[in-house]
């Protein structure tokens, strides 16, 4: 599910694991210690992983959202295409 989301509660499982992801990694800079410079240069760095993971978030959302809407067409035109029923 992780690397294939397809509904809102793997999109919304994603989105808590990455801010764990970030909580931790912002604890654990802060913990090393090191001068504010080091400390504020680390966080940055962070802060441009966390924007790109976002991006692949939604990208993979682009995706899914795509993927759902063809295959709502193709149900719609095999419905269209079916033999009709007539009722007597």
């Given at each position: 599910?992780?690397?294939?989301?397809?509904?809102?509660?793997?999109?919304?499982?994603?989105?808590?694991?990455?801010?764990?992801?970030?909580?931790?990694?912002?604890?654990?800079?802060?913990?090393?210690?090191?001068?504010?410079?080091?400390?504020?240069?680390?966080?940055?760095?962070?802060?441009?992983?966390?924007?790109?993971?976002?991006?692949?978030?939604?990208?993979?959302?682009?995706?899914?959202?795509?993927?759902v809407k063809e295959e709502r067409i193709k149900a719609r035109l095999e419905l269209m295409a079916s033999p009709k029923e007539?009722?007597?």
């Amino acid at each position: 599910r992780r690397m294939n989301p397809k509904s809102k509660a793997d999109f919304d499982a994603l989105y808590k694991e990455l801010e764990a992801w970030k909580r931790y990694q912002e604890k654990s800079i802060r913990d090393e210690g090191g001068t504010d410079e080091q400390i504020a240069q680390a966080l940055k760095e962070l802060l441009h992983k966390e924007i790109k993971l976002l991006q692949t978030i939604d990208k993979l959302k682009i995706k899914a959202r795509s993927a759902v809407k063809e295959e709502r067409i193709k149900a719609r035109l095999e419905l269209m295409a079916s033999p009709k029923e007539w009722l007597t």
